[in-house]
T-cell receptor, first 114, second 117 residues
Framework: ETAVFQTPNYHVTQVGNEVSFNCKQT?????MYWYKQDSKKLLKIMFS???????VNETVPRRFSPQSSDKAHLNLRIKSVEPEDSAVYLC?????????????FGEGSKLTVL | AQKVTQTQTSISVMEKTTVTMDCVYE???????LFWYKQTASGEIVFLIR??????ENATVGHYSLNFQKPKSSIGLIITATQIEDSAVYFC??????????????FGGGTRLTVRP
């Protein structure tokens, strides 16, 4: 049963537009992540938040910015999309300090940039 | 820096047989955690099984088991009695042993498994 919810699941837009993806988890976890999955299925972490604090910020273009209002929500904004931003963006959550790395993923938000 | 490599891009097997998917990793840490995840055709990614580096016994969950060979930095996933619904992309992942909440999972490139009737 899904407990990490992402919206929208699909989005098609033009180069230069702004896009936002929303993520909410109902598991009571305190750490949330954004991963990018490209067309070759490669999964790479972009950001990680713990209790609204940014703790991991991989090398991503500055047009990407995460936003967290509380530990259950983590949004991703892309200011001016580029063609290479076409991908599936996956939100995930986990418990800090569990030292397990067991992530719970959302269904993904597929972005297509024309 | 940690690295996870899955050399098999795709595997096809007959139903009810056993399949092994390979994964090798690189890390400087003496303590780390290894995982396998499954991504179904719908795109859903679910956790399957985990191996802690300090444990010698191979993990087993249902019809999934691991072949952990620490000297070879290898963590193979074994699926016995495969079923059609096991068809998916399987990802190997590693988390280094820092207790920092920022410790992140590094994923391999995935292996696509097709189970034929």
């Amino acid at each position: 049963e899904t407990a990490v919810f992402q919206t929208p699941n699909y989005h098609v837009t033009q180069v230069g537009n702004e896009v936002s993806f929303n993520c909410k988890q109902t598991l009571g976890h305190d750490t949330m992540y954004w991963y990018k999955q490209d067309s070759k299925k490669l999964l790479k972490i972009m950001f990680s938040y713990n209790n609204k604090q940014l703790i991991v910020n991989e090398t991503v273009p500055r047009r990407f910015s995460p936003q967290s209002s509380d530990k259950a929500h983590l949004n991703l904004r892309i200011k001016s999309v580029e063609p290479e931003d076409s991908a599936v963006y996956l939100c995930a959550s986990s418990l800090r300090g569990a030292n397990t790395g067991q992530l719970y993923f959302g269904e993904g938000s597929k972005l297509t940039v024309l | 820096a940690q690295k996870v490599t899955q050399t098999q891009t795709s595997i096809s097997v007959m139903e009810k047989t056993t399949v092994t998917m390979d994964c090798v990793y690189e890390t400087q840490d003496s303590s780390y955690f290894l995982f396998w995840y499954k991504q179904t055709a719908s795109g859903e990614i679910v956790f399957l099984i985990r191996q802690d580096s300090y444990k010698k016994e191979n993990a087993t969950v249902g019809h999934y088991s691991l072949n952990f060979q620490k000297p070879k930095s290898s963590i193979g996933l074994i699926i016995t009695a495969t079923q059609i619904e096991d068809s998916a992309v399987y990802f190997c992942a590693m988390r280094e042993g820092s207790n920092n909440a920022g410790a992140k999972l590094t994923f391999g490139g995935g292996t696509r498994l097709t189970v034929r009737p």
